[in-house]
T-cell receptor, first 116, second 115 residues
Framework: DTGVSQNPRHKITKRGQNVTFRCDPI?????LYWYRQTLGQGPEFLTY????????KSRLLSDRFSAERPKGSFSTLEIQRTEQGDSAMYLC??????????????FGAGTRLSVL | GNSVTQMEGPVTLSEEAFLTINCTYT??????LFWYVQYPGEGLQLLLK?????DKGSNKGFEATYRKETTSFHLEKGSVQVSDSAVYFC??????????????FGKGTSLLVTP
């Protein structure tokens, strides 16, 4: 098992462009999470999936953000009409989906987005 | 709402010194508590966890005890090494909250250990 994989590792885009990131979780992990991390801060929760169902969305996830996990495996996070404030590291994590407190999240290395 | 507060860094220690990184939390339910570590150029890794009051998590010489009475989960290590230099994040997960199983992180504490 190679762990959680995220692509691309770096993305530079111009303001107003759309970008899409991909996350491949650890196989057989039912839950998949997206977080955003800015410099000097801890990761902030964006959204999570239980299999293909998107169960929670943070207030941070504006209408310009959309996430999908169509077959319950990989997930994509799209940002439309990017703004400079979207510049951050976008992290993906997956977990087995165990009930209660034992559910451990495993993180990918992240996609660093720079909006010029 | 839920929140995590950890001591600000950077923390600079000499090799073999004792380490404490303070972490306190607020939660509406009965959270699980975690310490994650981020080594330079790498992703977040789980260091240790505790799921209920008085539990002690431990790994790689690091320890933290879930103290419900003081709402704390301080990270300690008796003798740090240069290889421990990293950013340490305290986090909680509260399935009873509106955010479910999402992790709520502190801002992170940067540790630099010098030879």
């Amino acid at each position: 098992d190679t762990g959680v994989s995220q692509n691309p590792r770096h993305k530079i885009t111009k303001r107003g462009q759309n970008v899409t990131f991909r996350c491949d979780p650890i196989s057989e992990h039912n839950r998949l999470y997206w977080y955003r991390q800015t410099l000097g801060q801890g990761p902030e929760f964006l959204t999570y999936f239980q299999n293909e169902a998107q169960l929670e969305k943070s207030r941070l996830l504006s209408d310009r953000f959309s996430a999908e996990r169509p077959k319950g495996s990989f997930s994509t996070l799209e940002i439309q009409r990017t703004e400079q404030g979207d510049s951050a590291m976008y992290l993906c994590a997956s977990s087995l989906g165990e009930q209660g407190a034992a559910d451990i999240q495993y993180f990918g290395a992240g996609t660093r987005l720079s909006v010029l | 709402g839920n929140s995590v507060t950890q001591m600000e860094g950077p923390v600079t220690l000499s090799e073999e010194a004792f380490l404490t990184i303070n972490c306190t939390y607020t939660a509406t339910g009965y959270p699980s508590l975690f310490w994650y570590v981020q080594y330079p150029g790498e992703g977040l890794q789980l260091l240790l966890k505790a799921t209920k009051a008085d539990d002690k998590g431990s790994n790689k010489g690091f320890e933290a005890t879930y103290r419900k009475e003081t709402t704390s989960f301080h990270l300690e290590k008796g003798s740090v090494q240069v290889s421990d230099s990293a950013v340490y994040f305290c986090a909680l997960s509260d399935p009873d909250s509106n955010s479910g199983y999402a992790l709520n992180f502190g801002k992170g504490t940067s540790l630099l250990v010098t030879p």
